[in-house]
């Protein structure tokens, strides 16, 4: 097995991964979108809310506001009081919230809550607790997906050097070098086999061959903030890993 | 009404970049070049803010 | 003004909308009056207040 990262930040990164099946990177993705443990608010206790938005409005967009989350956090984590008192007129943002935890905290300072007018006023307490993707999108820290790495094979015996393939390739993928062709960044092309439609236009049968390889994929993460995108990856193979522990001890139990 | 905290369809946060994307655009800077530095990739979240139509004001005076 | 009038100390729940009343009013200061109706200025329309403990509402 093999890996190599072709881009990697705080909020996304790409891998090349060698040596795995189809179901088990649909695993991991899935893992990633739906089962990893994030905060984000539950429920919100309103003490006055004189704005131009509904209690159920404020509590629902409130919700969705992504929240940082430490390593270690699980479903066992306690809750995290933050609370919000915001007099108008002003934009009530993520800024304004105050959490007793400072490793629960908004992951931006930005986001718009409600905007309240002269004489306004909004005041809740936000209860934020680890949960999982799979039960609601405000607690889903991510996204990930995949594609096959592609295998593109040029028989440069029998080429003429037409350069039909080349002016067909929506990415400019083929290209001319000297008296052959070489493919350059495989892993952008995105299997529309128009080369190879060109390639059997001018000549009697395709030249190329534009093949997915089965087990070498090209894995996207990107974050959402609560946690940096190369955590979720190795958070997700816990949760994997746990699972099938907690499996392995119930089947010698049984 | 306000803009939406996140993308309906993918979920991308975006409600903290829609200042951002205002200012810029009133400045005369093209709406796609914006939507792409602000790392708005999917077509979902493109429209979220191409879409969006801001009446919060409108009914500012308006409290529960 | 409220203040004065008021005839005990249960948690207030109506607010007379009267301009010159006001009047912030608990369920006890409702039963001495018939129907419902400000037991001060006798206003007719009264708005209820939020609950001083909060109210919780889901996120979802």
Not at chain 1, 169 to 197: H, N, W, Y
């Amino acid at each position: 097995m093999k890996v190599r990262f072709l881009s990697d930040s705080e909020t996304s990164c790409t891998a090349v991964i060698e040596g795995i099946s189809a179901p088990f990177a649909n695993a991991l993705r899935r893992v990633i979108m739906t089962e990893i443990p994030v905060y984000a608010g539950k429920d919100i206790i309103i003490y006055e809310n004189s704005g131009p938005l509904f209690d159920e409005v404020i509590a629902h967009r409130i919700g969705l506001v992504p929240l940082t989350t430490p390593k270690d956090s699980s479903e066992d984590s306690k809750s995290v009081i933050i609370s919000v008192d915001v007099a108008g007129p002003s934009m009530v943002t993520s800024a304004d919230f105050v959490s007793e935890d400072p490793d629960v905290v908004p992951t931006s300072d930005g986001f718009p809550i409600v905007k309240l007018g002269k004489g306004q006023r909004l005041k809740c307490n936000i209860e934020g607790v680890v949960g999982y993707g799979k039960d609601h999108t405000r607690w889903q820290p991510g996204l990930a997906s995949y594609k096959n790495y592609p295998s593109i094979v040029i028989d440069t015996v029998q080429c003429n050097l037409c350069g039909s393939c080349i002016k067909a390739c929506p990415r400019a993928l083929i290209q001319k070098d000297g008296d052959v062709l070489t493919v350059v960044d495989a892993g952008s092309c995105m299997f529309c086999r128009a080369c190879e439609e060109a390639c059997a236009q001018s000549n009697e049968k395709s030249l190329i061959s534009v093949t997915p390889l089965k087990d070498v994929f090209i894995f996207m993460v990107e974050s959402y903030g609560a946690m940096p995108a190369k955590d979720l990856l190795s958070t997700a193979l816990m949760v994997i890993e746990n699972k099938a522990r907690a499996l392995d001890q119930n089947l010698s139990g049984a | 009404m306000i803009v939406p905290i996140r993308c309906f369809t993918c979920g991308k946060p975006i409600g903290h970049l829609y200042r951002e994307y205002c200012e810029r655009t009133a400045e005369g800077e093209n709406s796609k070049d914006v939507l792409d530095e602000l790392g708005l990739s999917r077509y979902c979240c493109r429209r979220m803010f191409l879409t969006h139509v801001d009446l919060i004001d409108e009914i500012l005076e308006f409290s529960v | 003004m409220s203040e004065a009038f008021s005839t005990d100390d249960e948690p207030k729940m109506y607010k007379c909308i009267n301009k010159e009343c006001k009047a912030e009013l608990s369920l006890a200061d409702l039963e001495n009056v018939q129907g419902v109706k400000c037991p001060f200025c006798g206003g007719r329309v009264l708005i209820k207040l939020r609950a001083q403990d909060g109210k919780r509402v889901s996120c979802e």
